[in-house]
C-alpha cells in the first residue's frame, strides 16, 4: 500500500519517537518521552517550513539547507522558480527588442482604440503626424482633420490605404493604411511618400502633358479623314479601305487620349473632391440613353430599375464617366441578342448598390483581381476590336475611391457577368 506521507519521514518520526520511550523509560515516564520525540519531529519540520516561508520572501538568498524530503522539495521549487525567471527574462528581452525595431522603424505605428482615440504611437509616428504627449487617448479625426482621412478612418476600405498631403508639414505627403484587429481596434502605418508621390506626380504631368498635346493633330486627322469619307463614291475600293482603317485607329486614339486625360484629371483630384447632392436616377436615365445607341445595332435588351428615392452625395460627372463605362462594357462584352439590367438601390443588405448584370462572354476568375489595372485586357485583341482602351475599368475604380465606395466583380465565363460599385450609406441624402 501506497503511503500518503513520505516514507522516510515516517521513518525518523518513528525513531524519534522510540528515542523519547526509550529515554523516558530510563527515567521511568515512558509517555512523557514518546511526546517529547513527537515534539522534537514536529519542531524539525516547523522549522523547515519557517526555513521555507523566509526564502519564499526572498529567492535571491542561497537555496537553504533542507532534510531530506524538505531537501527535494526546495530543489524542485528552485527549479520551477529558475525556470520561471529564465522564461521572463525572455520574453522580456523579446519586448525590448520588438519595442525597440518598432521605435527604429521609419514608419510611423500608431494604436488606436474602439473609440477612435490615441492608445500608443512610435516615434515616427510622432515626427510625422506631430503627436505630443497631450494627444494620448484623443480622438485621431480631432488631430487629422481632412475629410477624406475622416471618410477611410470611418469607412475603410481598409484593404488599400489612402494618400494625403501631411496635415503637419507642407509639401510632404503621407500614406495611411489601417488594419483592424481585437474588438475593432486599429493599428495606422504611416509612410512619409514625399519623393515617390514627386515622381508619380512628375509621370502624371508629362502624361497629361503628351494627351493634350496629341488631341489638336488627332482632330486635324480625323477632320481630314471625315473629308474624305464623305466623297467615298469617288475613291478606289483599296484607298476607301485604307482610310476606313485610318478613321477607326484615329478614333481608337482618340478614346484613348480623352480616357488618360480623365484618369489623370481623376488623378489630380485625388480624394479631396468637394462632394454634392446628386440625383442619380436621373443621371442614370441619361446613361441608359447613351446605352440604348450603342445596343440597337447588337439587338440587346437594356433594363432600368432604379430607386427613384436613392440620391448620394457625389461628383456627378464622375459618377457618369464610371456608370457608363460599366454599361459599355457590359454592351461590348455581350453578343448580339443579349440582356444588361441596370440596377441602382439598396441591395438585400441595405447598402447602396450600382449593378450592371450582363448575359455576355464572362470573364476567367484568374484574370478578374487584374482587370482595374491599366491597360489589363482579358483578350486585347477583342478589346481593340471593340473600341476599347484598358482604361474603362482603372476610371471606375479612380471614380469610386473618391466615394470612399468600392468594385466587386462576379463573372463566369459564357454565361455572363456582374459589377457592382457598392457606396457607404453616410453618402446617402435621401
Ligand atoms: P476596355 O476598354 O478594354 O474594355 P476596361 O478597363 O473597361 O478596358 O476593361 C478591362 C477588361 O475587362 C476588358 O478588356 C475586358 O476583357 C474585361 N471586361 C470588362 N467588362 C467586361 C464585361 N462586362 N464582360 C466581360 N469582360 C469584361
Redo the contacts with the bound molecule.
Sequence with gaps: MKLPIPKRELKHAIWLMLLGAFIGWLLEYVLLGVLAGTLACLFIHLSQLKQLENWAEDTSKPVPDGMGTWAKAYSAIHHLYRNELRSKESLIGIIDRARSSVAALDEGIALINKDGNLEWWNPAAGKLLGLRARDMQQPLINIIRAPAFIRYFQHGPFNEGIKLPSHKHSGRHLQFEITLFGDNDKLMIVYDITRVHKLEQMRKDFVANVSHELRTPLTVLSGYLETFLAQADSLSPRMLKALQQMDGQTLRMKNLVN?LLLLSSLENEGLQVKLSPVDVPRLLQQVLHDAQILAEPKHQTINLNADENTHIMGMSSNLRSAFS??V???I???PDGGKVDIFWGRNESGDITFS?T?S????DAT?IPR??E?F?????G???A???????????KHVLMQHSAHLTIE?QPEL??T?SCHFPRSLITR
Excluded: E, M, Q, W
Design positions: 480616357d463605362n460599366l459599355t462594357n457590359a461590348k462584352y455581350t450592371v450582363d455576355g462572354i464572362g470573364i484574370h482587370l482595374t491599366r489589363y485586357r482579358v483578350d486585347a477583342r478589346s481593340s471593340t473600341g476599347g482602351t484598358g482604361l474603362g475599368l482603372a476610371i471606375v463573372s455572363g457577368s459589377f
